[in-house]
């Protein structure tokens, strides 16, 4: 029989992630700076919401002249502060390792005696009022409209966040073009995944043919993190300040198949390699590509892209951000909303991609810019490793219109999400059998 070739679609690309990665290395910084720089920010970003909700009825006043003025009701910027007694706290940790007090295990931190404190970088009030304290988290900018209580506390009769950014207009595609968001590959434990992975494997590089040629029509491959474990081996807690620890040989096994599957891949489709939170990459956010080093095989072909997390990019003129998982799964610890795609949603009404950074969540000391500030509102917003596939379209109040989606483990669901960039359709995709 005479040999099939198949034509793959392809289509224009760019790389929107220069802010994750150049970083210098100096990490003596004092980590205030980065919520000086964030206020900073997100007061030019809050004064168009606060004169749309409120006009120039009430001025805008400074926290730490509050109680200086004269003003019935005014408007503050700040940050907020969110203090609840079941955050992890080092001493408790300290505490529970010399075994002087024993500490409950708890995997969502809020309780009835959480209370909200609104700060700049010289004043601190608690506040009090309409705020619904469920959905909030610590490291939000966002003004008030209230007044002040006297002996520190304002009273929040409105508030407004920075809300959806500009959007640039999406492209009017002339045919279907497809994303696929794969993640949680979970390459130590490959015996128990190998079968779907082939599938998958097959599907998208043409070997199997489906309704609609989808797979040649897949522009770009998504790789979103955890490629190698989903899950830390536990390790005996230590106090110590610094640890070292050597990977396991499975872990090494791991990247050895992620480069013969990336082998694979990159020889029909471009694809973005994301670290996650348990792959070989630093552990705070934002991480870095990981090393070309780990891929002597797959390195060679530039449609391999290792990228950072988060990610952002533009694929035939749709504009694209993600993160593998960190921070929406941070900000579900320490609030009351429901689901991974509605933390996306806040994130956009927040116009910032990691709040709790770097109260709850580690990341790096910046001191100049805060580079999770959302400044140009993406078309469509993922976040990765989540235990299900969902999805919705949210908009903006300047008409703005993006597609969240949360992309599936795929080790435990043996499901990817492919994206069509032409009408922002998404769907799951399984591979079981």
Not at 315 to 337: A, D, E, R, Y
Request: glycine fraction near 4%; aromatic fraction near 10%.
């Amino acid at each position: 029989m005479p040999e099939m070739s198949i034509e793959r679609k392809c289509t224009t690309y760019r790389n929107l992630s220069d802010r994750f990665q150049k970083q210098s290395k100096d990490f003596n910084k004092q980590y205030c700076n980065i919520y000086n720089v964030r206020l900073q920010k997100m007061q030019v970003l809050l004064k168009s919401p606060i004169l749309n909700k409120w006009g120039e009825t009430y001025p805008v006043c400074e926290l730490h002249k509050v109680s200086e003025s004269e003003y019935p009701k005014c408007v503050v910027i700040g940050t907020l502060f969110k203090d609840q007694k079941l955050k992890p706290s080092v001493l408790k940790q300290l505490a529970e390792a010399n075994s002087l007090v024993p500490q409950p295990i708890y995997t969502h931190f809020t309780d009835e005696s959480d209370c909200l404190f609104l700060e700049d970088n010289l004043q601190r009030y608690q506040i009090y009022g309409c705020l619904q304290k469920d959905e909030l988290v610590t490291g939000i900018s966002m003004a008030l409209l209230g007044s002040d209580m006297g002996n520190g506390k304002f009273n929040v009769e409105d508030y407004c966040f920075a809300g959806f950014p500009t959007q640039i207009e999406r492209p009017i595609l002339e045919e279907d073009l497809f994303v696929v968001f794969i993640s949680g590959l979970d390459l130590v434990h490959i015996e128990k995944t190998s079968l779907m992975l082939r599938l998958f494997v097959n599907w998208i590089t043409g070997l199997i043919p489906d309704v609609g040629d989808v797979s040649t029509k897949v522009v770009r491959l998504v790789i979103a993190g955890n490629s190698t474990r989903t899950v830390h081996e536990k390790i005996k807690p230590t106090i110590a300040l610094t640890s070292r620890r050597t990977e396991m040989p499975e872990v090494i096994e791991s990247v050895k198949l992620l480069d013969s599957l990336l082998l694979e891949l990159v020889q029909v489709v471009d694809v973005d390699l994301m670290p996650g939170e348990h792959d070989p990459s630093n552990h705070i956010m934002p991480q870095q590509p990981m090393h070309h080093c780990m891929f002597p095989k797959s390195i060679i072909f530039k449609s391999l892209n290792q990228v950072s997390n988060p990610y952002e990019c533009e694929v035939g003129g749709v504009q694209i951000f993600g993160n593998s998982g960190q921070p929406v799964t941070n900000v579900l610890g320490f609030c009351n909303i429901p689901t991974p795609v509605d933390v996306l949603e806040y994130f956009l009404k927040w116009s910032h991609t990691a709040p709790t950074a770097p109260d709850t969540l580690g990341c790096y000391p910046f001191y100049e810019i805060d580079p999770f500030v959302i400044e140009s509102c993406p078309h469509v917003m993922f976040v990765s490793n989540q235990s299900t596939f969902d999805t919705k379209v949210v908009t903006g109040e300047d008409g703005q219109v993006v597609r969240l989606i949360s992309v599936p483990e795929f080790a435990s669901t043996s499901t990817v999400a492919v994206l069509n960039l032409k009408s922002l359709e998404c769907y799951p995709m399984s591979f079981t059998a």
